[in-house]
C-alpha cells in the first residue's frame, strides 16, 4: 500500500497538531496547578486535561479516530463508568470529611 507524498504530509502535519495540542495541555495542566483552587475542583480540572489528552492520543496516535462505532459507544459506556467511579469516590471522601469525628 502506497501512500503519495501529499498524503504522507497531511499525517505529518496532523501528528505534528497533535503534539502540539499535548504540548499546549501540559503547559496548561502545570499553570492550573499554581492557581488556588480547592482540592475537588482541582482534581475535576486535572482530570479534564487528562481526557482530553488521552482522547488526543488514542484517536490519532492508536488510530481509534478511524474505528466503527461499535468502539466508539465500548468507549462511551466506558467513560460513563470511569465517571461513575469518580462520582462515588469524591461523594465518599466528602461525606468522610462532614462526619464529624466519634471517638
Given amino acids: 500500500m502506497e501512500h503519495s507524498h501529499a498524503e504522507i504530509k497531511k499525517h ?12 499546549a495541555l501540559t503547559v496548561v495542566t502545570v ?4 492557581l488556588h483552587l480547592t ?4 482534581v475535576i480540572v486535572a482530570l ?9 492520543v ?3 496516535f ?3 479516530i478511524s474505528e466503527k462505532k461499535v468502539i466508539y459507544l465500548t ?3 466506558t467513560l460513563f463508568f470511569f465517571i461513575g467511579m469518580i462520582v462515588l469516590t469524591m461523594s465518599s471522601i466528602s461525606d468522610q470529611v462532614m462526619m464529624p469525628h466519634v471517638s
Fill in 12 to 23: 505529518v502535519r496532523k501528528y505534528i497538531f497533535v503534539f502540539v495540542a499535548l504540548m
Fill in 31 to 34: 499553570a492550573v496547578s499554581y
Fill in 39 to 42: 482540592m475537588t475542583t482541582a
Fill in 48 to 56: 479534564f486535561i487528562a481526557s482530553i489528552k488521552g482522547a488526543l
Fill in 58 to 60: 488514542a484517536g490519532y
Fill in 62 to 64: 492508536m488510530h481509534l
Fill in 75 to 77: 468507549l462511551a459506556f
